[in-house]
C-alpha cells in the first residue's frame, strides 16, 4: 500500500514536471510579447473577431488603394497621350480653335485701336503702329482661312483639348480619394493602437496578433493543468 502511495506521487510530480515545462514551452513561443503566465491571464486583451474585423477592414482598405492606384496610372498615361496628341496636331503652330482666332481679333482691333485716331485726326503715328497692325490684321486673316481649309484638325484638336481637360480633373478627383483613403488609414491604425493599449502593449498586424491571441489562449489553458496538478 505505501508504495502505492509513493507511485501515486511520483506520477503526479511528473505530470506537474511535464505541466510546467509545456507552459514555460508555450510561453517562450510568444517572442517579443512573452509575459509570466498569470500576468498574460490578467490582460484586457481585445476578443478574437475584434481582430478578425481589423485584418478585413485592412485588407478592404488596401483592395481600394490598389485600384486606386491603377486609375491613377491609367489617367496619366492618358493624359500623357493627350498632350503628345496636341502637340501633334499643332505642328508648331497655331491650331486655329475659335478660342484663338478670338484672341488674334482682340490683338488686332487693339493695335485698330492704336491706330484709327491717328488717322481720323490726321497726325503721325509712332514708327511701328502700322505695321503692328498689319501683321495683327494678317494674323487674324489667316487663323480664319486656315480654319475653314483644317476644319478636321480643328476639331480633333478642340476633342483632345477636351478629352485633357476632363482627364486633367479626373487626377485631381483621384488625388481627393487619395487623400481621404489616407486619412481613413490613419483612423484604422489609430483605433488598432488603442485596442492594445489598455494591455501597453505596441501591436503588430492583424495576422501576428491574432497568432499572438491564440498563443495565449495556449497559455492560459496549460497555465490551468498547471495549477489543477499543484
Known sequence: RFGEVELRQDRARRALEDAAARLTQLTARLGRFALPPEQLATLPLPPMEVVERQRQQEQALEGRRLRLLEDQRAAETEATRLRQTLRTLAGG???????????????????WAVLRPHLSNGTPAPADTVPMFEAARRGADDLADRRDRDAQRVADYLRAESDLAACTERLSALGRHAAALEQEEQRLSQTWAALWRPASIIPGGPAEMAAFLTQVAAVLTALEQRT???
Open 93 to 111: 503652330s497655331d491650331v486655329p480653335t475659335p478660342s484663338v482666332i478670338a484672341q488674334a481679333r482682340r490683338d488686332r482691333d487693339g493695335q
Open 228 to 230: 489543477q496538478l499543484a
